[in-house]
């Protein structure tokens, strides 16, 4: 399943747009305008699905960096500043990795 079909395009690419730049990437803004945030927890639940790349039922650090990539092939890596703070943001439980639940809960924040 790609993003686009959770996602509007247009929106996407209007989103990687706004954090080209390294070290601009907000989570929660990022969310709100590729409009995530206004989906249900089951659509979430589908995007954590795409960006769970090895399928293990989390998201890891090494997955983290690419998340941009998730949504558009031509998304930027996360710098390691930014994958270590959206982990931290994330991680509730503190095992190092982002659950399914974990990410339903940050997108709706």
């Known amino acids: 399943m790609a993003m686009n079909s959770i996602l509007k395009a247009a929106d996407i690419k209007k989103a990687l747009e706004a954090f080209a730049a390294a070290d601009s990437f907000d989570h929660k803004k990022f969310f709100e ?11 979430v639940k589908k ?16 997955e983290l ?37 974990e990410f339903v809960a940050l997108v709706h924040e």
């Open 33 to 43: 305008m590729v409009g995530l945030k206004a989906k249900s927890a089951e659509d």
């Open 47 to 62: 995007a954590f699905l795409v960006l769970d790349a090895d399928a293990s039922g989390f998201i890891e650090e090494e």
């Open 65 to 101: 960096k690419f998340v941009l990539k998730g949504f558009a092939s031509d998304g930027r890596d996360l710098t390691d500043k930014e994958t270590k703070a959206f982990l931290n943001e994330a991680d509730k439980d503190g095992d190092g990795m982002i659950g399914i639940d």
